[in-house]
């Protein structure tokens, strides 16, 4: 059995950054080591992604961002779940769990 691939699953991205800001403010690699984290080293997120990720989030209003030292003191863009990206995190996760159910019934049949 070959082992999971560690690209983020097309689509899952959005939904991974929100869970991550749902925890607290984070900067850009922050986020990527807390999904890598959370993910048991499975999942890598490639910074050419991520990015343009949060860009999309923010004009949807899901996410919003200001500029901050980081604990290294170096000058950092965090970002933050918005009250409309907690209600999309529920939404998103939801349809999710019903996507992974119906693909599950699927493969239970083989």
Known sequence: MSAPSSDVVRGTLDLLILKTLALDAMHGWGISQRIQQMSRGVLDVNQGSLY???QRLEQKGW???????????????????????RRALHQETASWRRYVATIDLILGEV
């Open 52 to 54: 343009p990720a949060l």
């Open 63 to 85: 996410i919003d961002s200001d500029w901050r030292a980081s604990d290294n003191n170096r000058r950092a863009k965090y970002y933050r779940l918005t009250a409309i990206g």
